[in-house]
């Protein structure tokens, strides 16, 4: 086991009514080691607060989330964080981006490079990012969090803002890297083809409160048909499901208990 949020609920104070707002409750996930399991669901589900959750970002309410069967308490270079906005620095170099996360480590610039060539950027080691399409980027910000060496990779929407095409290519990159470096991924997305295209495990979540509603094992082999019988059925399954959803408008705090300020 890798992972796990146990019985995790999470509160935030709402903005604009400064109210508390239930983002999750009561969700318990199991991230076994070395599966590539992808987060779908409706906007506002509460898949980018899971993720935080794991990633250290942000603490549950209730509940416990755990790695390697240690509490989670911040953010670390065991758990690497891929966001869908392109978050590197203009004024460094491709390079000097990738050796960011190497610092105080050895031999920065051959692993920076190494991590470059995985990605197929080695060319671009010297161009700025601002010089490189959006697919480009992404992949520079991948090699960034890969160079941190982390056994748990967390991708939130990595490729949301890209063409399909180039999402695409991006999916199978993504896909390679995993197969050949036997990470534990969590992959979201609101994309149910490219769930269904990537996970070994597709989890799909839902809104008011955000809670897990349904998982799907997918024990086909990659590359894999979408047009396949069992593609189309789960397609199909998570579709109604998302039909069937409320509005992700969060839930009151009243559900779980807590006071209206969310504490
Ligand atoms: N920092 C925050 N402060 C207040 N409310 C928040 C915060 N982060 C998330 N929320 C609320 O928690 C709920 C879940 O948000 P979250 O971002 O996890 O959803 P999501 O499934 O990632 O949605 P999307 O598909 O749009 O990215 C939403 O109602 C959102 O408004
Ligand atoms: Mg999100």
Redesign the pocket.
Known sequence: MTAELRNVSKV????RRGKG?V?LKDVSLRVEEGEFLCLV?A???????TLNLLAGFEAPSQGEVTYQGERVRGPSPDRGVVFQEFSLYPWMSVLQNVMFSLQGKERQEDRAMEQLRLVGLEDFANSRPNDLSGGMRQRVAIARTLAMGPGLLLMDEPFGSLDEQTRRKLDNEVLKLWQRERKTVVFVT?NIDEALMLGTRVVLMSPSP?RIEKEWRIGLPWPRDLSSPEIVGMKAEIISRLQACPC?N?APVSMLGFDEEGT
């Open positions: 935030f104070t709402d903005p707002l983002a669901g906007s506002g589900c509460g898949k980018s607060t609101h955000g992700a969060g």
